[in-house]
């Protein structure tokens, strides 16, 4: 179940999440951002705070399993991959813009980004 606290959350099916990162990518680039990644042994760690959204992509299995977010400079942007995931979830506000996403992966940890205006 998603950890994002957000006025609405939805699950975005599998299939979707290639065509889906493109469409997320293309109306968000820009955006401040901060990540958050979720450890059941780490606990929970702050990566990136307040940084432009770059891009979101995914490979699927087969060729790489991945998300890559990157983050930062366009032209030299940081990357954090999610390895393995399983689960993606978008968090939205009252009038449908996106906040939040969660990515969970296959050993249970879990990216959290959180959108600023």
Known sequence: MARIATDETKK??????????DTFTN???GRPISIEIVDNEEGAETLAEDVAFVA??????????DFVISYGAEATPTRHIVEAPVVLWQGQDVNGRVVALE?????G?????TLGS
Do not use: L
Not at 12 to 21: G, S
């Open 56 to 65: 979101i992509d995914f490979d699927p299995a087969g060729k790489g399993d």
């Open 103 to 107: 990515i969970e992966d296959e050993e």
């Open 12 to 21: 975005i099916a599998r299939e979707r999440w290639k065509d889906w990162c």
């Open 27 to 29: 109306g968000n680039a």
């Open 109 to 113: 940890g879990h990216t959290i980004v």
